[in-house]
């Protein structure tokens, strides 16, 4: 191959490869997970579509909680050194593990909605 065409040719496979690649777009039925860290304190709104499992202030006498659900009911377990504590809750029923306040916004099959309280 001629020195003109090689140096063509590998001017050309250079600037093809230092094209950036475009970022792939986010589905629209893609989920923001859930600001976890918010709810260290014992009060935040969470929306679910799995269980989670998250580290709480210690001042409530558990370091953490983990959330499940099922289209009928969302269990909550607390755990911290020798000890558990656990609630289970329908749609719109409220309670309580330890000091932190959890009421059950609204549940459905795929989605649970839920309100943290601190109560201490």
């Known amino acids: 191959m001629p020195p003109t065409i090689r140096i063509a040719a590998l ?5 093809v490869a230092l094209v950036p690649l475009a970022a792939p777009a986010a589905s629209a ?3 923001a ?3 976890l860290r918010a709810c260290y304190d014992g ?3 969470l929306t679910l579509t799995k269980g989670v499992s998250f580290r709480v202030s ?14 009928t009911t969302v269990r909550v377990k607390g755990t911290g050194t020798g000890v558990m504590s656990q609630a289970f809750l ?3 029923s409220t309670g309580s593990v330890n000091d932190i306040g959890v ?6 099959p795929g989605k ?3 309100r943290l309280t601190a109560r201490r």
Do not use: D, M
Request: with cysteine.
């Open 112 to 114: 649970a909605v839920l």
């Open 11 to 15: 001017a050309a496979a250079a600037s």
């Open 43 to 45: 009060t935040c709104r």
């Open 90 to 92: 329908g749609e719109g």
């Open 58 to 71: 210690s001042r409530f006498g558990i370091t953490r909680l983990a959330i499940t659900f099922t289209s």
């Open 103 to 108: 009421r059950v916004v609204s549940l459905s």
């Open 29 to 31: 039925g893609a989920t």
């Open 33 to 35: 997970k859930p600001g």
